[in-house]
């Protein structure tokens, strides 16, 4: 499975970013997708997940504001982020879970990982 991720970039506070990520390979083997966030001497983080089935999870500080989407015809996940904050500056990264997950959460196991998409959220 190879995922691409797009849609990073620059804006200001309080403003909005649509991340995408294509999936190609063997996507029939993906059971979950999720979006995860690093920033330098940090760990990476689970931001939001997304079930084949649809179904959602997401980090408490981005309720509200950040929606995980999928479009399954188009082997593509999304993340609407908006009234972004200069804390939610990290490279993003797109993750695949090709085993079916007991849960989808922050204990969800990502087996393939894209190269990530930076955004930069200034005050």
């Known amino acids: 499975v190879d995922l691409v991720e797009s849609g990073g970039g620059s804006v200001q506070a309080g403003g909005s970013l649509k991340l995408s990520c294509v999936a190609s390979g063997d996507i029939f083997s993906i059971h979950a997708m999720g979006w995860y966030r690093q920033d330098p001497g940090k760990e990476r983080e689970l931001v939001a997940a997304i079930t084949s089935g649809g179904s959602t999870w997401n980090e408490d500080y981005v309720e509200g504001r950040f929606t995980i989407s999928q479009d399954r015809a188009q082997h593509t996940m999304y993340l609407q982020m908006d009234d972004l904050k200069p804390e939610d500056t990290a490279m993003y990264y797109c993750?695949?879970?090709?085993?079916?997950?007991?849960?989808?959460?922050?204990?969800?196991?990502?087996?393939?990982w894209g190269q990530g998409t930076r955004v930069t959220v200034s005050a």
């Open positions: 993750g695949a879970a090709l085993v079916v997950p007991a849960t989808i959460g922050r204990g969800t196991m990502f087996d393939a």
